[in-house]
């Protein structure tokens, strides 16, 4: 049986409790967990090490908050105020999780599935979405990391253009791959708003609304934006049902036709702000 899984984001028991829940056997099951592995709960590491322990049995996304971990262990960007990514940092074996990280995809396809962290722009097809998260996978793994952790951040570019090249083209991708919520209907993105799906700014709409997108007919699952809760329609899966701030963690079968829904309750590990 294969489960996809929202943000865990360092809330290992929480994770426990869901495999349990699912009665899951590395033997025979296979979770695919979709981004922000660590940070903001109190088990980063724990975390990690249980998703490595599980092997091919576990397929783990990079979001937003992983690549943050990578920018901070390579000094590139300071820890924020509200990180739990210290018992990381600390371990003996820091470099080896490092790297454990940056073998990790940024998007996936299982079971007919397009798996992402948080979205797709409209202009992108299913193909195309995954080999721009190759490009992106490629330079991660790179022995310039550092280098390319440097051009990651920005706002811009705010639109995709197939001319775009270099940093401009990879932290667009990036940006899309992991932070997307909102975007106008030409594609330009949007990064400020954060709520629910009914407070688009005005111009915006949420990613997965926008007519005419072009992977319309490709169903995709997504987590990061845990202000939507969970949407379970035949074409989208919004699985970030916001564990770490006391919400749920979801896991969702999507093997041999099913669709099954699992959720356990989360203990609040940060309050939202």
């Excluded at 990381?88 to 999780?97: K, Q």
């Excluded at 379970?232 to 919400?247: M, S």
Aim: proline letters at 6%.
């Amino acid at each position: 049986m294969d489960y996809l899984i929202g943000d865990l984001q360092g809330c290992c028991d929480a994770f426990e409790r869901l495999l349990a829940e699912l009665q899951f056997s590395p033997s025979r099951d296979k979770v695919w967990v979709l981004g922000d592995l660590v940070n903001r709960g109190p088990q980063s590491l724990q975390t990690l090490r249980r998703l490595h322990a599980l092997g091919d049995a576990a397929t783990c996304l990079l979001g937003n908050h992983d690549l943050h971990l990578l920018a901070v262990a390579e000094g590139v960007r300071p820890e924020h105020r509200s990180d739990t990514l210290r018992d990381i940092l600390a371990a003996p074996e820091r470099e080896a999780w490092i790297d454990w990280l940056r073998q990790r995809p940024l998007a996936a396809e299982a079971h007919g599935w397009l798996l992402v962290h948080a979205g797709v722009v409209p202009q992108w097809d299913r193909a195309q979405t995954l080999a721009l998260a190759g490009e992106v996978q490629a330079l991660l793994r790179s022995p310039d990391l550092a280098g390319f952790l440097r051009v990651m951040y920005g706002n811009e570019p705010s639109r995709w253009d197939e001319a775009l090249q270099g940093p401009d083209r990879w932290r667009f991708v990036i940006n899309v791959l992991t932070r997307i919520r909102f975007c106008a209907d030409d594609g330009t993105l949007e990064f400020k708003a954060k709520e629910g799906a009914d407070a688009a700014p005005p111009g915006f709409r949420p990613w997965f609304e926008v007519p005419g997108r072009r992977t319309e007919s490709t169903p995709i699952a997504f987590g990061h934006w845990s202000t939507l809760g969970l949407i379970e329609r035949p074409d989208l899966l919004a699985l970030d049902t916001g564990c770490v701030w006391g919400g749920r963690l979801t896991a969702v079968r999507v093997d041999g036709g099913r669709r099954e829904v699992v959720q356990v309750a989360c203990e609040q590990a940060q309050a939202p702000g």
